[in-house]
């Protein structure tokens, strides 16, 4: 029973599960819902603010939650503006089981405990 508990605890909560599979010359923000463009990140030390801090962020899995959509969308691009990785990011951070961030990945149902706020203008 007890290593049936301990499986589930390190399945629901992990280490570097983002992996930015390429290098991110920029990334773009759109409204989530709507896709409407508002801002691009081109600036190469706060990209790799960001993608440092994904790659060792905890996350934990949200499959079997019921969350909010995030408010923005974040497409990681390549220099020939490939799509490498496309997140959910809210303006204020979430707490999910102990997990505070901004970050959100609906292809891999993992909430990503990454602080790191982006400015945004409304």
């Given at each position: ?10 399945l ?67 220099e ?10 809210y ?32």
């Open positions: 029973m007890l290593s049936s508990i301990l499986l589930i605890l390190a629901g909560c992990s280490s570097n599960a983002i992996h930015i599979g390429g290098e991110v010359s920029r990334i773009t923000i759109t409204e989530y819902e709507s896709n409407e463009p508002l801002v691009e990140i081109t600036e190469k030390s706060k990209i790799d603010d960001i993608t440092r801090s994904l790659e060792k962020a905890k996350t934990v899995t949200t499959s079997a939650m019921d969350i909010a959509l995030p408010d923005y969308k974040l497409s990681f691009r390549s020939r503006n490939e799509v490498i990785l496309e997140l959910g990011y303006i204020q951070p979430l707490d999910l089981d102990g997990i505070s961030g901004h970050y959100w990945s609906s292809e891999k149902d993992l909430f990503i405990g990454s602080s790191v706020a982006i400015e945004i203008p409304q």
